[in-house]
DNA sequence: ACTTTGACTTGCA
DNA sequence: ATGCAAGCCAAAG
């Protein structure tokens, strides 16, 4: 068995789809889940990644930043569609921010 | 081949 | 509590 950096994309796109619905990951989890402790970028880079395809299938509008910040609404096809998808799945936001606390999602190991 | 940037996080001042 | 800097890995210029 060899790791490939296709394998690293595959296990993120694994978790971003494991993430249920109504609740929302960061990217800090993904990444120690992945093995890379400080390497929460890649996540975005990866999701960027995603064949257009395939994001209809891996749900990356559940994925945010610490704050429960929506960073990545701008790479959506329009800024506002990522707040939308998420509270059409029940998900409050404070302000600019999902509710942490509420919708969190906390991956068991 | 080297430099810069990026859908981030954590730590220190 | 707020602000700046460093760390991390990969891709594009």
């Given at each position: 068995m060899t790791h490939e950096s296709s394998d690293l994309y595959d296990r993120i796109y694994s978790i971003v789809r494991s993430v249920p619905y109504g609740k929302v990951a960061t990217y800090g989890q993904i990444a120690q889940i992945i093995g890379?402790?400080?390497?929460?970028r890649m996540i975005g880079w990866a999701l960027n990644a995603v064949p257009l395809q395939d994001r209809i299938d891996i749900p990356c509008h559940r994925v945010v930043n610490r704050l429960g910040?929506?960073?990545?609404?701008?790479?959506?096809?329009?800024?506002?569609i990522m707040r939308e998808r998420l509270e059409a799945e029940g998900v409050s936001f404070i302000g600019e921010a999902v509710d942490m606390k509420i919708h969190l999602w906390i991956p068991v190991e």
């Open positions: 890379v402790r400080s390497g929460a910040e929506l960073s990545g609404k701008m790479h959506f096809e329009t800024p506002y």
